[in-house]
């Protein structure tokens, strides 16, 4: 049959990384409630929560960069699609740029500014 598609494979391209090498280690049911006790070794596991945490603080960092952005812009320009007529500054648009963030370089669409006259503000 033409024009069919047949998936070759049943792996994700995805890399899910090592799994945590941990072991129950007892297992207690009565009733409704149950508790599972495991064991971890604690390096690996405080080396992966260090990571995870690193990683939701750069973007909660990254989100607090843009939101401070926006309402520097909306302090500037007023809120947007409102018609004001005393506006002295309008939104350009946004341009590609970057911030320096936690010792790198990272890509921030940041917003343009310009006043009456087409000038930068």
Known sequence: MQGVYTKEGSRSRRSRGPAPRGRVVGFEASGEEAMVRLAFPMGELVARLREGLESLACQAGLLLAEA????????????????????????????????????????????RVRNGAGVRS
């Open 68 to 111: 401070v952005v926006r309402d520097e812009v909306e302090s500037c320009v007023g809120p947007a699609h409102a018609r004001l007529p005393e506006r002295h500054a309008y939104r350009w648009g946004q341009e590609a740029g970057y911030i320096a963030f936690a010792g790198r370089k990272v890509a921030f669409r940041r917003p």
